[in-house]
């Protein structure tokens, strides 16, 4: 793996990502939904830029994170529970 | 909780009305602070890009402004108060909070995109035009995807131009339009070769008959993702196969800081006079937060604000300065928002995509604030930033007032506050 390609975790399922790229532009180039809506219905970013929070997930533990705001690092364990 | 941070002056927003205003702050004070809730400097549109960095004009604006000013960067702002020409702000930042004090206070918050909900823009792959924008600089990779860009004005092209360059296949840019006042709008562009010359280099990267003049999306199709969209001229209907459909319907200033602060807020944004100053004494606003009116406005009106705060911050606006440029009358004009663009929302239609709320369940009768408390339209994450601006052009409702937190937050967050 070159040093600019790095692993993260999504809901348990390791995903190779190039560093300094969000983590909403990570999980929709992984064509994974990013949220599951009241109803549950997927969804993925709309504003891309902080606004929407329709990408909103859990980054290392801390819930409600906006992954268009965040770059994804090493070891960066993310989980979609909303 | 720590003690406050003081600073001279601080900046919110680093775009480019935040970068100038600090820029020329810091020329006359070294304790400028610039907050911004990104990562890195530049706003949107000079927004930095994973592989490529900043636009190279402006690298040394962001180096400047770097080594003369302490950037906060990834911090929200949950709160802010002034008492007694105090002004104090409580951020968050990776989960802690804490506050910033200043006597001057420059308010750069920028603008967000307008979304007017039709039916299936819940679907991911549906995003704004400005959002592709921003998510391709961040690193979304559309080589190869299907691409449809609709909505309204110059930023259409402008994003169909650079997702072409980026590999993208874009198969139609639907302007909602009229020819008429497309063929108008031409006519002016005559008059500015510059923005003329940019145009026509963007039209020349799409193939031919992409461009749809006086056409609209009017739904969005698909099952976990969009698949398709059904495009209309009012008369015919056609179907076009898609991986991404963006849609651009204007920009909505962000000014619910300056209306927490208690900041005069008119229909335009954040009202200031010649000076940039608020109404509200040793608080400033610039950019596009006091009114659509581009990045040039923008840097002219950062680089006053960072002026005049740090010259003279006494006093406060007490009549506004009159805003709109020809060119913005032009614009207003060319790219109005035709009813049936505005109406396409179904009672079926979710409207409120943080707490899922249908247009059916929504009372034309009611106001922004009843819609919140009886059907819980505006009430989740997003704080109806989104729902907010799309409902008031439906129903011609005004703004609810704000409240804090301005963001989601956690408690101890919150309590830190006190």
Known sequence: MSADLFQITVDGVAVVVPRGVSVAAALMNAGLPLRESVRGEPRAALCGMGICHECRLTIDGRAHRRACMHAVAPGMVVSRDG | ?418
């Open chain 2, 1 to 418: 909780m720590a003690d406050a941070s003081r600073f001279d002056v601080v900046v919110v927003g680093a775009g480019p009305a935040g970068l100038t205003a600090a820029f020329s702050a810091a020329r006359r004070t070294s304790s400028v602070a610039i907050v911004d809730q990104a990562e890195h400097v530049g706003g949107q549109i000079w927004r930095r890009d994973v592989s490529e960095g900043y636009p190279r004009n402006k690298r040394w604006l962001v180096d400047a402004v770097g080594e003369r000013a302490t950037f906060i960067g990834g911090a929200t702002v949950v709160d802010a108060t002034t008492t007694g020409g105090r002004h104090e702000l409580l951020l968050e930042k990776a989960g802690r909070s804490f506050r910033v004090q200043t006597g001057t206070l420059i308010l750069a918050t920028g603008a967000r995109e307008l979304f007017l909900p039709f039916h299936g823009w819940t679907l991911p792959g549906v995003v704004g035009v400005g959002g592709l924008q921003a998510l391709m600089k961040s690193g979304l990779d559309v080589r190869g995807k299907r691409i449809v860009i609709s909505g309204t004005g110059p930023l259409l092209v402008a994003v169909a131009a650079t997702a072409v360059k980026r590999g993208a296949d874009v198969t139609a840019v639907v302007e909602q339009a009229s020819w008429g006042s497309m063929m108008g709008f031409g006519l002016q562009l005559a008059a500015r070769p510059l923005t003329a010359l940019e145009a026509l280099t963007h039209l020349q990267q799409l193939g031919a008959g992409v461009l749809k003049i006086g056409w609209w999306v009017t739904e969005a199709v698909g099952t976990n993702s969009v698949e398709r969209v059904v495009v209309s001229d009012g008369e015919s209907r056609v179907s076009v196969d898609c991986d991404i459909l963006c849609t651009g319907f204007g920009l909505v200033p962000n000014t619910e800081l300056a209306r927490r602060l208690g900041c005069a807020v008119g229909p335009r944004g954040v009202e200031v006079d010649g000076r940039q100053r608020t109404t509200i004494p040793g608080i400033f606003a610039a950019g596009e937060a006091t009114g659509i009116a581009g990045v040039d406005s923008a840097m002219k009106e950062g680089t006053m604000a960072g002026i005049i705060a740090t010259t003279d911050s006494s006093g406060h606006a007490v009549s506004h300065r009159p805003r709109s440029s020809s060119w913005e009358r032009i614009l207003e004009r060319t790219f109005t928002l035709r009813p049936e663009v505005v109406a396409l929302a179904r009672p079926d239609t979710i409207v409120c995509r943080c707490e899922d709320v249908r247009l059916g369940d929504i009372d034309p009768a009611w106001s922004a604030r009843q819609a919140k408390l009886y059907a819980r339209a505006g009430m989740g994450a997003c704080q109806g930033r989104v729902c907010g601006a799309a409902l008031q052009r439906i129903f011609g409702w005004s703004t609810d007032s704000v409240r804090p937190p301005l963001q989601p937050t956690t408690v101890s967050s919150l309590l830190g506050a006190s």
